[in-house]
């Protein structure tokens, strides 16, 4: 069989196909076929003429290694997947020693990016309700004083983080909609929006970044937007989060982390 063929015969297995149905595929009757899959290390053939097993496809690629029989599944056909799927690990061992790097990279990832985001949450309701850096060095030592600044000029938080999930500024028509209160506290959030529209041609709905209960529970944000001095390690991430929360200055503690983990990898940018 021809390179194409045995691929052919990789994807109809792949997708669940009982030998008829490859067979036809082939255009070879299914005697032929079945024939072929009764020699010795047919399979282990088959799954080395796929160059990798990325080339199925992602549907093909999640039916073949699921190891559930799919409704309408002959048993056969089932149980030659399992086989195949078999072949597949063995002859591309190297790919899924990556892909499973790549699984726990990405597991790393999203749980550092969690404790991140809680860590800034802590930040910026802290920052709101006791002042900024920014605010603290204006003299801004009240409730008031803050208010009537961010009314005319917006605030600058501590941290700038997250990209869009959480942006380094706000100008003063974002502050003064997060200031304002609607007078029927209990209406829907939808009316609140179209209020503060109509209001302030501006509602909370319209900001670039996410409010502050809105962060818990986010996606990771895309490469390259986040602060540089935010952890990429989960150990780390979780030391940045306790130090904030018990009152640490993040920029203060976010910055040790960094020439700590700059320290441990043997970098000085």
């Not at 030998?19 to 024939?35: E, Y």
């Not at 990279?105 to 749980?111: G, S, T, V």
């Not at 600044?149 to 941290?159: E, M, P, S, T, V």
């Not at 929360?245 to 910055?255: E, N």
Request: net charge positive; charged share 30%.
């Amino acid at each position: 069989m021809t390179k194409k063929e045995l691929q052919s015969v990789a994807h109809g297995i792949a997708q669940g196909l009982s030998v008829i149905d490859a067979a036809a595929a082939l255009g070879v009757d299914r005697s032929t076929l079945s024939g072929r899959m009764k020699r010795g290390g047919f399979l282990d053939t088959v799954a080395a003429a796929i160059d990798t097993p990325a080339e199925l496809g992602v549907e093909a690629f999640r039916n073949l290694f699921d190891g559930e029989q799919h409704e309408g599944e002959r048993k056969t056909a089932y149980l030659l997947r399992l086989d195949f799927a078999d072949a597949v690990r063995a002859a591309h061992a190297d790919f899924f020693a990556k892909l499973a790097e790549c699984t726990r990279q990405q597991a790393e990832r999203e749980k550092v990016d969690s404790l991140n985001i809680k860590t800034m949450v802590e930040m910026r309701d802290r920052n709101w309700k006791k002042g900024t850096a920014d605010e603290m060095r204006r003299g801004l030592d009240t409730p008031e004083k803050r208010k009537a600044y961010r009314l005319k000029h917006g605030i600058k938080w501590d941290c700038a983080g997250f990209g869009r999930w959480y942006e380094p500024v706000w100008d003063a028509k974002r502050c003064t909609v997060e200031y304002c209160d609607h007078p029927d506290s209990l209406c829907y959030w939808r009316e609140i929006y179209a209020w503060q529209r109509a209001k302030f041609g501006y509602s909370w709905d319209d900001a670039p970044g996410k409010r502050l209960w809105e962060l818990n529970g986010t996606s990771p944000p895309a490469e390259g937007s986040r602060d540089a001095l935010l952890p990429v390690t989960a150990a780390d991430a979780q030391e940045l989060a306790e130090a904030v929360k018990a009152g640490a200055d993040y920029l203060t503690a976010a910055r040790k982390m960094a020439i700590r983990a700059r320290a441990r990898n043997g970098t000085n940018t």
